[in-house]
């Protein structure tokens, strides 16, 4: 029998040798359990798009890259932040499932994607912002809450943006513009709060007039693309006939033009030579008036049918009437008949 003490008086008691191994397998046992313990506890793995934030009673220590790390048990916590992965906020709707077709949610988000624009009519905003962690310890001490923060910096720039513009520019033609507004404020506010984020990209997903408004909203659609159907058309036409009456006053222009120019130098040639013939004729009047006279029978006479040529008093008219009619019957059938 073995002896041990008592712990209340100080007594021997008596052990048998059995219960004193048992008590030495349990603090055997219960001595692995305990270092099983610390070793799980000391031991974590950060993944490869992971780092690990580790902390001393709170403080920040050191930042655990990927793979096995360790840390004092009970005395040092860690905290995995996804740096190298990219993360995303919804706005007006949640994805409830992810795949090849995913299924969405929008009830109950509207009070985050109801917007006022700058014409004052409303617009339902759903938007997604992508976004990537660049300084874990920013992330983590910086800033409370730091995603809850980005929300809220996220719809006031939404807001912001959206407020500075017309309705229709936000539902078309502005999409665009709107998100690269949104991104580079969002991205101002990161930096000034120094939140460690950075901002990737910012997608318009849906916008719609809200649904009590929504059939007098496309009504106005309708109407303003009739509108733009008929101006386009008129515009058409324009371009078909204007062209077309344009180049027609030209050319008749340009061979009024032609004609004036034609009638110009005709009639400087007429005058040339008028002024030319005049010249000659101031220089032999005699001679000249002869020659007219000679050119203008010349032209005359084979005109005229029967000739007789008398004298001043009208004399000698036979003999000139005999060798006529002679000359007559000499000629052929043709000639006679002219």
Same mark, same amino acid.
């Given at each position: ?14 052990? $048998? ?16 359990? %305990? ?15 992971? =780092? ?29 932040? $996804? ?45 997604? %912002?992508?976004?990537? *962690? ?26 912001? =943006?959206?407020?500075?513009?017309? =309705? /229709?520019?936000?539902?078309? *033609? ?32 849906? *916008?719609?007039? $809200? ?59 007429? %005058? ?26 010349? /032209? *005359?006479? $084979? ?34 008949? /002219?």
């Amino acid at each position: 029998m073995s002896e041990i003490k008592n712990p209340f008086d100080g007594s021997d008691i008596n052990v $048998p040798p059995e219960f004193k191994k048992l008590l030495a397998n349990v603090k055997t046992i219960a001595a692995g359990i %305990v270092g099983v313990i610390l070793l799980f506890t000391s031991i974590y793995t950060v993944g490869p798009e992971e =780092v690990g934030v580790v902390q001393r009673f709170g403080e920040y220590v050191r930042t655990a890259e990927p793979g096995l790390n360790f840390k004092i048990p009970f005395t040092e916590s860690v905290r995995i932040v $996804p740096v190298e992965r990219q993360l995303k906020q919804e706005f007006g709707y949640r994805t409830v499932e992810s795949g090849v077709q995913s299924r969405y949610v929008k009830a109950g988000y509207g009070d985050e994607s109801l917007m006022l624009t700058g014409d004052l009519n409303l617009a339902d905003v759903e938007w997604v %912002v992508q976004y990537r *962690i660049t300084d874990p310890y920013n992330y983590l001490f910086k800033v409370r809450n730091p995603e809850k923060t980005l929300r809220d910096m996220s719809e006031a720039a939404m807001r912001q =943006v959206v407020g500075n513009r017309t =309705v /229709n520019e936000v539902l078309t *033609i502005g999409r665009a513009s709107v998100a690269a507004r949104v991104q580079e404020i969002l991205q101002e506010l990161n930096t000034e709060y120094e939140t460690g984020v950075r901002i990737e990209q910012v997608v318009l997903q849906d *916008i719609n007039p $809200p649904d009590p408004v929504k059939p007098s909203f496309n009504a106005v659609n309708e109407a303003q693309q009739q509108r733009e159907t008929l101006i386009n058309q008129a515009r058409s036409e324009y371009n078909r006939v204007i062209p077309r009456a344009r180049g027609e006053a030209q050319q008749t222009i340009q061979q009024a033009e032609g004609y004036a120019i034609n009638r110009t130098n005709t009639a400087e040639g007429e %005058v040339a030579a008028f002024v030319a013939l005049h010249r000659e004729y101031l220089t032999a009047q005699e001679i000249t008036k002869r020659r007219i006279y000679y050119e203008t029978m010349q /032209n *005359i006479l $084979p005109k005229i049918g029967n000739k007789v040529i008398t004298d001043q008093d009208g004399g000698n008219v036979l003999p000139l009437l005999q060798m006529q009619m002679n000359g007559a019957n000499s000629l052929n059938p043709n000639q006679q008949n /002219n």
